[in-house]
């Protein structure tokens, strides 16, 4: 299961930079994980201040 970022996000881009697979993407301060490229490692929800990234 690939990780979702839920409303609870921030904007603060903590999470891209932990993405090995670059699977999160800012879409003008609306961050998203596409599911097909996501390894499910769990690196964004480690980096994420608030918690946003969520098992899907």
């Keep these: 299961m690939a990780?979702?970022?839920d409303?609870?996000?921030i904007g603060c881009g903590a999470c891209t930079g932990e993405c090995?697979?670059?699977a999160i993407k800012?879409?003008?301060g609306v961050f998203t994980i596409d599911a097909?490229?996501?390894i499910d490692c769990g690196?964004?929800?480690g980096a994420c201040?608030?918690?946003a990234p969520k098992q899907a």
Aim: proline share 10%.
């Design 3 to 5: 990780y979702q970022i």
């Design 7 to 9: 409303s609870s996000c």
């Design 20 to 22: 090995p697979v670059d």
């Design 26 to 28: 800012d879409n003008g």
């Design 36 to 38: 097909n490229t996501c």
């Design 43 to 45: 690196a964004c929800a």
């Design 49 to 51: 201040p608030v918690g």
